[in-house]
DNA sequence: CCTCCTCGGAGAATGCCGTTCTCCGGCGGA
DNA sequence: TCCGCCGGAGAACGGCATTCTCCGAGGAGG
């Protein structure tokens, strides 16, 4: 019926508008410091509409942490396809995320993403386990082509990929919290070497 | 004078107080969803004492972190200590973490650790940025002892200490927060094998 | 022994913010 | 025109960190 569907694309475009907005606060803010009276202030609609988009602030920040994966992992998939070695498309997706990182040397949205992941992780466990699963895909696909090429030890690419995704995305973390002061670039290329170093051949 | 240093030791006790009832709260409710009033009732003093000791509820968590950490590093070192060989010293280095996440199949303190531990990174950078620093040196000081054994490849062992601890700490949050299904004694074999065949002389 | 004065305890007040609730106006259908 | 329903605006609520206020105890000085 017209009527609903409607209804339906308008609680998508709350959402969406809903996202959008937080996304556009967190940038400016540097943090989710932002508050959902503010979100829907920017996103036009009312607490009531965006409640019932979403079950809470934290289901907020998971759809924009899904749609930031779905997109980085594009992103990331964009810079590795102009690669033609195996080995250097691999190369691109453990360096590649660190591009991502800074904005004229801040970084306040990955600082977010970084900040809440864990806690949404354990507040809304089945909703954040695959958010990230864009990356993991991207990075198996990486390396089932290096050890199709010959370029890597032959063995479980899924298992591999993530442990490699997750090398990168500590550092990441890491980098973010300051806990390492070296600028990504210089960790980016630390990491591949280390990670080369792991799945060359014996 | 005496009555400034009674005052310190005083001052002190309650901070110790705090913290031993913080760590409780946590062990029991699972989380840092302890509340200030529940630390201070437990511990025996008052809201004054306690914003005396901290300026805030994130500090006490600062200061159970780094009691943890100094405690955790040398349970590691431990460990590690009964292994002869320095290469078996390193795995032991890089799997002990993993024994210490599950306390009869529940991951109760080790996920608040985890949970808490971004978020304070950014709120209170400059005092969390060593926090973890026990750990590194255990990691370093392993990675050496391989190196000069000839059981490592030969290079910077500060760097791949914090590579190898970055790469542990990753899968820990992995495994808390629900990401991998993987029981932790697998995926520190996991991890094992990936962090030998990085650092193995080519 | 009485009087201040200071220090710390108890817990009330404040402020913030997520979430829920209430009321009200407009719009479509009879 | 009247009736319901839907959604907007924003007030109310609840929890919690942090701050503030008051009060009593205990020591120093007369």
Chains 1, 2 share one sequence.
Do not use: N
Request: proline residues 5%; hydrophobic residues 50%.
């Amino acid at each position: 019926m017209a009527v609903g569907a409607r209804d339906v694309v308008v609680a998508d475009d709350v959402a969406a508008r809903a996202v959008e907005a937080a996304r556009e606060l967190v940038w400016e803010a540097g943090g989710p410091g932002f508050t959902v009276a503010q979100v829907v202030a920017r996103a036009g609609t009312s607490l009531k509409s965006f409640y019932r988009c979403f079950a809470g602030k934290d289901e907020l920040l998971v759809a924009m942490f899904a749609q930031d994966a779905r997109r980085g992992a594009e992103a990331l998939e964009a810079m590795m396809a102009v690669e033609p070695e195996p080995l250097a498309r691999l190369q691109v997706a453990v360096t590649g995320l660190f591009r991502f990182l800074s904005v004229d040397g801040r970084l306040p949205y990955a600082a977010t993403l970084v900040r809440e992941h864990l806690r949404l992780a354990e507040s809304r466990p089945d909703q954040l386990r695959h958010v990230l699963d864009p990356f993991v895909a991207v990075f198996e696909q990486a390396v089932a082509g290096a050890q199709a090429a010959g370029a890597a030890r032959p063995g479980d690419a899924r298992r591999d990929a993530r442990i490699l995704f997750h090398v990168v995305v500590s550092h990441v973390h890491a980098i973010v919290c300051h806990q390492i002061d070296d600028p990504p670039g210089a960790v980016a290329e630390q990491l591949w070497a280390f990670c080369h170093a792991a799945l060359r051949r014996p």
